[in-house]
């Protein structure tokens, strides 16, 4: 059996056994043509977190994932980090978690205006649930590691991070078409879509929905932590905005890249890769080098060290208040599972990819943190 290329900027004995399995069964797919692995992987759903996989002709709703969209906002501010913002730091974390709903589910009271979901199937139950959720939840951070960040820039003014995606809306795109897959094109292994078939079509059309809403979420976000701030919205176009959970389609050759947790790197573009909430972990800005043979993608992160259940188990929170000392944040039991020490090294990860497939361009501090 011939198996497709592989690519990995981290070697394959430091990769945990769950993903390495993931990937020796992504490349034995026929269609799978180039799997790229980046330093942040670990076990995810079918294909591995922090893994980029080039398929000819088929998509995967699943190698996607259900928070479609995920990915970041990064805006530079005109606002200095001097004493009077150093001090103000308390009372902007509180009045940003009084005002953006944060947490898994969470949403605003009041439904949101957003457009209707346009119907691509004739599902009433599943287009219900789609709009329920887009209009409740937008401008919502949710959980996991959602989070919302204020950093040092180099030349030491407020950065704002946004870490956030389509929040139900998409999980609940992923999880209709990941069911339906298993029914239909059945010439293929289970999960998976002909590009070019109605169930292909119908999945990038609501795919390409959930992109534009997982984009006007984190826009809402960063509108509502900048009237916190007490400056100005930036313009489309003015602030750095990327999804690492997304599939995109070459229609020229019927080529379709997945990037799951993977940040894309294509020549001279920018870039945000989070570490961790520690100081010494922070966020980086990157400018892409676009390096085709890792597909011009990098990491979306520096990727867990331990599972969320083992986190909460083998780590204290004294611990992690320690590794966060200097940066604002709310140390909730709940939370502690995003701990730094939860996470790989961060300096590690960035340089398997510095020179490599990014240039870093920026190294911020993270001054206050809100976690989802």
Known sequence: MKLGKLSTLIPLDEIEAGALKQIWKT?????????????????????????????QGVICPGWVGYDIGCGMVFWATDIPVDKDF??????????????????????????????DFPKSIGNRTYNRIVN???????????????FIDLVRTGDGMVGIVIHSGSRKAGYAICDHYDKLAADVDKDLPK????????????????????????YDNRKRILQDVCE???????????????????????????????????????????????????????????????????????????????????????????????LTKGVVMNHDPKNLDES???????????????GVVVEVIDHMRPLLVAIG
Request: proline share 4%.
């Open 27 to 55: 490349l034995s797919y026929p269609f799978v043509t180039n799997l790229a692995v980046m330093p942040d992987v670990h076990q995810g759903y079918g294909l591995p977190i922090g893994g980029v996989a080039r398929t």
């Open 340 to 354: 730094p020490e939860a996470y790989k090294d961060g300096k590690t990860v960035i340089g398997y990819q510095e």
């Open 228 to 322: 916190i701030l007490g400056t100005r919205m930036p313009k489309d176009g003015e602030f750095l905005n990327e999804h690492h959970n997304y599939a995109f389609i070459n229609d020229d050759t019927a080529e379709v890249t997945h990037r799951k947790g993977a940040t894309p790197a294509e020549e001279g573009k920018l870039g945000i890769i989070p570490i961790s909430s520690g100081f010494n972990g922070g966020v980086y800005l990157t400018k892409g080098l676009g390096n085709e043979t890792y597909l011009s993608s990098a990491s979306h992160g520096a990727g867990r060290r331990l599972g969320r259940g083992d986190a909460m188990r083998k780590l204290d929170i004294e611990a992690w208040k320690r």
């Open 191 to 214: 999960g998976f879509l002909h590009v070019d078939s109605a169930m292909g079509w119908a999945y990038r059309h609501d795919m390409d929905f959930a992109l534009q809403y997982a």
């Open 86 to 115: 150093m001090s103000r730091r308390v009372e902007i974390l509180a009045a940003i978690e009084a005002t953006i709903p944060l947490g898994v589910g969470v949403g605003r009271k009041k439904p949101q205006e957003y457009a």
């Open 132 to 146: 329920d959720k887009l209009k409740s939840q937008l401008g919502s951070l949710g959980g996991g590691n959602h």
